[in-house]
């Protein structure tokens, strides 16, 4: 998947206007024997299907109108809480939690997330065209959470059909027609990522992010939970670059608060709120889900400064600076990532024995791309 364009930042001095975008509770109960009691969620439930729930503003005139059109849901989905459900019955395991909907390997997972697991937080900013004097204008941001104990795939979601069948089912069957659990350390991950994004309606015409129609009701937010593999298949597929900087975590369990309140925002948000090129986009989310979990508000003087930070991806690192946050290697370098970065370049250069760098990458990106295989090289992976 190419790297998100869900997000973007947009300044043009010479006109004086600047904007831009770049864009669970814990389970501590055993199920027992097989009860009726636990319910088997519907496709809405489970964000399998949703439609464009926003109405359009009156007192807007030029927004476009998607109200009850069916979404596009087949990449970006936001997260279902399993608490409750067959799928606890079945797959629930004490000291985690139970998920729908993370994003892996093109597909989507139920997963186990245990409840002490985050041992570092980073907020990344993914950069991509357009630039001014050389210098990249557009990013999207999103959290990276590195785990001290991995996520694991337990199963892939159902489809819509077989959701449809499970419902008409007994338990005791429920049960039997779902798989067994997936074992082994290709199901295993340990960084993974928050990523609000914007998404269309089925019919879209045009089935691609753009900033204008950003501002004008285009698209819902999805705060979407997904592996770091997928995200440097992107990287792999374009070379464009991504850095990151660490928080500095107010105590040991400020990572597992910040990723609870980011899985609790996506599953509360849904398919309820309208993306906003300059006021909900995925780094205003991003800022917003941090300063929840820590209790923390941006202090410093200068209402304008501190604003334009929290809505501009290319101006965030001012605002990360005043959180203490420490600038990291970029993603491509980051020994913490040599796993993620040679699963995604064996899925997308060496099997499918493609160029390194393509002749539709400019110079600059081919570095990019160089690079982080050449890191991949000294670490003795490939």
């Keep these: 998947m190419t790297i998100n364009r869900r997000c973007a930042a947009l300044f043009t001095a010479t006109v004086g206007v600047l904007f831009a975008t770049s864009c669970t509770s814990q389970q501590t109960r055993t199920p027992s024997g097989i009860s009726a009691s636990f319910v088997t969620p519907t496709a809405e439930q489970l964000f399998l299907k949703g439609k464009f729930a926003v109405q359009k503003s009156p007192l807007k005139f030029l927004d476009e109108d998607n109200f009850g059109k069916e ?8 997260v279902a809480d399993l608490r409750g459900t067959i799928f606890e019955q079945k797959y629930f395991r004490e000291g985690t939690r139970l998920i729908a909907n993370f994003y ?21 900013l993914s950069y991509f065209p357009p630039k001014a004097l050389g210098r990249y204008i557009a990013a999207h941001s999103l959290l990276r959470f590195e785990l001290a104990a991995p996520i694991e795939l337990v199963a892939k979601m159902p489809t819509i059909e077989e959701l449809e069948l499970m419902a008409r089912a007994t338990p005791e069957d429920e049960i039997k027609m779902m798989p067994a659990p997936l074992t082994g350390e290709e199901n295993l991950v340990r960084n993974v990522v928050i990523s609000a994004e914007a998404q269309w309606v089925k019919n879209d015409k045009y089935k691609k992010y753009s900033l204008k129609r950003g501002m004008l009701g285009a698209y819902i937010q999805i705060v979407r939970f997904v592996s770091m593999q997928t995200r440097f298949e992107g990287f792999y597929s374009t070379g464009n670059p991504a850095t990151q900087v660490r928080f500095q975590l107010k105590d040991e369990n400020s990572g597992d608060k910040i990723l609870a309140e980011a899985l609790r925002t996506s599953e509360s948000d849904g398919l309820t709120k309208l993306y906003d090129t300059f006021w909900y986009n995925c780094t205003t989310i991003a800022f917003d889900m941090v300063e929840r979990a820590e209790g923390i508000k941006d202090q410093r003087l200068g209402f304008i400064r501190s604003f334009m930070q929290k809505r501009i991806p290319v101006a965030a690192p001012a605002k990360l600076e005043s959180y203490g ?3 990291a290697e970029p993603i491509g370098l980051d020994p913490s990532l040599f796993d993620d970065s040679e699963e995604a370049y064996q899925d997308k250069i060496a099997i499918p024995k ?7 990458f400019e110079d600059e990106n081919c570095d990019h791309v160089k690079a982080a295989v050449d890191a991949l090289k000294a670490a003795g992976r490939i």
């Design 354 to 360: 493609r160029e390194l760098c393509p002749e539709a």
């Design 325 to 327: 946050a420490i600038e």
């Design 71 to 78: 979404l596009d849901l087949s990449e970006r989905r936001p």
């Design 104 to 124: 892996h390997r093109g597909e989507f997972y139920i997963a186990r997330i245990p409840d002490r697991a985050v041992k570092n937080v980073y907020f990344q």
